[in-house]
């Protein structure tokens, strides 16, 4: 219980005041004439004063506050190293039950950096302001760290922390640890198809004596492109090509090192997005028909396109007087497109076009090879491929999917989808499709046998429509009806002629995302998701391999046609690789170059300054075996030196609240009336005298 006097004036504040200096006027002036009796009368006012101030004695019942110690606990991917974790329970279980002798003290335990929340580094500090933010400064005894020591986000002064306490660490990792890492210096985001960008890394190795050469395999996609021999602590350059449009996933590793922590740091793996140059498309058009300016429209509309187009209007065979400089407006270049400069082109699209004496069949024989070589043919045929002029008939016919009957079916039909088109990237989905599609109707195909490829889509007869299909290293479609203009003229509503034609030139220009088989990885923060595309009615077990080395096998199950999928939680940061026996695929989650693996060997120099700061300390608490050695956990008061050879001081925190209040005032009733009466009297008497 706490006394204390307090005063609640009778009068206002400025009254009262005025009062007093009136009594110490009338004070003074007795103390200086000195009358009879001038110090009764001095008393007599002072008397007066007070019963006005009415002061009152306050009694507090006052109750104790505990105090609040916080142990945070360090989860970061690091602590699973050597034994860490172990450690990290031991010494937690330790400190909870010598918290518990400590005389009204609770413990909180933190869990800081916990792998599932993404965060880039250790972040115990964090958690610690968030686990203390219910409590009140002056209650906080301290606050212990149980880490490796290697924290991000140490305040740069005490004053940071919110509370005066001592912090200490206790420190995990053993002693003369030895860790080699690789660390990436240039990171490109972009990069242009078909040319190289420049990764920059160094290898970095701790606690080794002696250093030599070092070994470092480069992959791109899986796939190795370079190994390369470097020395520790210098900067190093390596030559990536980028191979396609999309993500290019690069990963360097170093050759791990005897008796290293770990070798997850050994790995770094940045994502490179391909991106492609202008493509360059040559686009011959045969005859003038209404499907023409579809192809040039959708050709000229994409800004990424650089369209080179000819059209035959007049065969070289047609006589009819007209003068030589008025039957085009330049010589078609056939030699220069054709042999020259066949190779810089990414896609030749043939639209209703015939032979017509124009192009040698030597031509149309390096047109093949370009395809077999990598290069793209899309062919639009209409009648022209069932005459007697053909591409089928020429050498480009050996790469062609389907050859010709010789017929042209002219009568009302709605493409349809087939079940390799509902499988397949270019089709799946089209808006409007199904089994009665919701397009219009088109009116001519061509009497085909597909020999090889895929048909996506039927006309007349279930005949093939649209059939694709890879010669070797390149790709060709065919489209057997000159009508896709219909859709894009609204003809009964039109139909997806846009979606349709921009998928299939995106096919043959082998976008990854509509690659028909192919496996694909991609994770945000605690989720990973696996896709594998497939033509099949089936997908294999994908056998995926997590960053700490760990395996496992994920059955993947079939979201839509052709599409499996399976998402699976993980709390890992780092390089996961998923193989099928066929494709592999790599994925990155979290950052390229994480600062949790920038170093991994334990530290006692990060957190002096913050512990000696509070008048708490460092300490290691495993030897070079990894044998525990614990602090004692003593109280101290406020002040007091909080750490000592063998250990560790919390502050007694002096917070209480009041749970009553009583008060007395002096000049109440009976007592007030008689004190003012008998110093008054006493004047009175000692004046009469």
């Known amino acids: 219980m706490d006394f ?3 005063f609640t004036p009778l009068i206002g504040f400025w009254p009262l005041t005025g009062f007093a200096v009136l009594a110490v006027i009338a004070a003074i002036a007795l103390a200086i004439f000195r009358p009879r009796g001038w110090w009764l009368r001095a008393a007599a006012l002072g008397v007066l004063l007070l019963a006005i101030a009415n002061p009152s004695l306050t009694r507090e019942d006052r109750e104790k ?7 945070v606990v360090d989860k970061s991917a690091s602590q699973s190293l050597d034994g860490r974790d172990a450690r990290t329970a031991d010494a937690l279980k330790d400190i909870e039950e010598k918290a518990k002798r400590l005389p009204n003290t609770e413990v909180r335990v933190i869990e800081g950096a916990a792998p599932s929340s993404g965060s880039d580094g250790t972040e115990l500090f964090k958690a610690l302001q968030a686990g203390l933010s219910d409590v009140p400064p002056d209650r906080v005894a301290g606050a212990v760290l149980i880490t490796d020591g290697v924290v991000h986000d140490i305040p740069a002064s005490a004053a940071a922390l919110g509370f005066t306490a001592p ?3 206790l420190v995990t990792g053993r002693p003369n640890e030895r860790d080699r890492r690789i660390v990436l210096t240039a990171t490109p985001r972009f990069g242009i198809v078909d040319k190289s960008q ?6 970095e190795d701790t606690g080794f004596e002696t250093r030599g050469s070092i070994a470092v395999t480069a992959r791109r996609d899986g796939e190795e492109i370079a190994r390369l021999i470097v020395v520790p602590g210098r900067d190093s350059e390596i030559e990536v090509p980028i191979a396609h449009a999309g993500p290019n996933v690069v990963e360097l590793e170093a050759a791990p090192a005897e008796d290293e922590l770990t070798r997850l740091n050994n790995r770094a793996a940045l994502s490179i997005e391909g991106v492609r140059e202008k493509l360059r498309v040559l686009l011959v058009s045969g005859e003038p028909h209404s499907g023409e300016r579809t192809w040039r429209n959708l050709l000229k509309a994409d800004a990424n396109v650089d369209l080179v187009h000819f059209t035959i209007l007049r065969p070289p065979e047609k006589q009819d007087g007209t003068p030589i400089n008025e039957l085009s407006l330049i010589a078609f270049p056939t030699r220069e497109l054709f042999v020259t400069k066949i190779e810089d082109f990414d896609l030749i699209i043939f639209d209703r076009y015939a032979r017509q004496g124009i192009l040698p069949l030597l031509y149309f024989d390096n047109i093949a090879q370009y395809v077999r070589n990598g290069g793209a043919v899309l062919v639009a045929a209409g009648p022209d491929y069932a005459g007697p002029g053909s591409l089928s008939e020429t050498p480009l016919g050996d790469v062609l999917p389907a050859t010709p009957l010789g017929g042209v079916i002219e009568r009302p039909f709605k493409p349809l989808v087939t079940d390799a ?9 089209l808006p409007g499709g199904g089994p009665d599609p919701s397009w219009s109707e088109w009116f001519r195909i061509v009497e085909t046998r597909a020999r090889s490829g895929d048909s996506l889509m039927s006309g007349a007869g279930d005949r093939p429509l649209l059939v694709l299909s890879h010669e070797e290293e390149g790709r060709v479609a065919l489209f057997l009806s000159d009508h896709a203009w219909l859709w894009a003229r609204g003809f009964q509503g039109g139909g997806p002629h846009l979606d349709l034609l921009r998928r299939l030139v995106h096919w043959l220009m ?3 995302d509509l690659e028909e088989e192919a496996l694909r990885m991609s994770g945000r923060q605690g989720t990973l998701n696996i896709e594998r595309q497939t033509m099949g009615d089936t997908a294999p077990p994908v056998t995926l391999t997590y960053p700490s080395g760990e395996t496992r096998t994920i059955t993947l199950t079939q979201s839509e046609p052709g599409l499996f999928r399976a998402e699976i939680d ?4 780092g390089l996961y690789r998923a193989e099928d026996g066929t494709f592999t695929a790599i994925a990155n989650l979290g950052p390229a170059n994480p600062r949790e693996f920038q170093e991994i060997a334990s530290s006692t120099e990060r957190l002096q300054p913050i512990a000696e700061a509070t008048g708490g300390s460092v300490r290691r608490i495993a030897d070079e075996d990894g044998a525990l050695t614990l602090p004692r956990l003593l109280q101290v008061r406020d002040g007091a030196r909080a750490s000592g050879g063998d250990w560790i001081g919390v502050r007694e925190a002096e917070a209480s609240v009041v749970r009553g209040l009583d008060m007395f005032p002096v000049f109440a009733g009976l007592i007030g009336l008689l004190l003012l009466l008998a110093s008054v009297t006493a004047a009175w008497a000692r004046e009469g005298r």
């Open 421 to 429: 088109g509902n499988r397949h990237p270019v089709t799946r989905n």
């Open 167 to 169: 912090v200490h660490a």
């Open 65 to 71: 506050l505990t105090s609040v110690l916080a142990v």
């Open 198 to 203: 420049i990764v920059g890394f160094r290898v």
């Open 570 to 573: 993980t709390n890992e940061q």
């Open 510 to 512: 082998k976008e990854p």
């Open 4 to 6: 204390n006097l307090a």
